[in-house]
Structures are given as C-alpha cells and as structure tokens.
C-alpha cells in the first residue's frame, strides 16, 4: 500500500512546525516584543533552509499523488453474487 498520503501529511506539519518556531534572536527584550506580538521576523540560514526542504516535500509529495493518484483509489469489481445450495 502506497504511503504517499502519510508522507504528505508528516511534510505539511514540519513545514508548519518550521514556520512558527522562532529563530534564535540575541536581544531579549526585542524577543519577548516579537513573542507577544506573534512575529517571528528573523530567520537563520538554518530555519530557512529547513523551511525549503519541507517545503520541496510538500510539493514533490502532493505532485506525486496528483500524477499517480487512480494507482491509490482501491477500485471496487462488481461480482455476481453466488448462492450457495445445500445438496443432501
């Protein structure tokens, strides 16, 4: 069983982990300012280069399942029903 959906939601929560974590900020005061008012407006090379590694597996992911996605629906047959008969 393909395991592309799994992967695709493991990239979009590290992806979004990677956002809101704030980077390293030396001036404490300005830290707390930016904590309080939900900016994080300094990243460092690090953070931004995890930020486009999730983000590349975010789009390489969701690429693959929209090219081989009928590969993931599980198709239902239709059979003929057979009774079954009691001989004695």
Known sequence: MPCFPVVLLVAVAMFGANVITPS???????????????????????????????????AVTFGTIMIYGPEFVDYPKLQEIKKATLTD
């Open 24 to 58: 390293e900020i030396r001036d404490q005061s300005l830290q707390q300012q930016l904590i309080l008012m939900g900016l994080f407006l300094e990243y460092t090379t690090e953070s931004l280069l995890y930020l486009l590694f999730w983000g590349a597996m975010v």
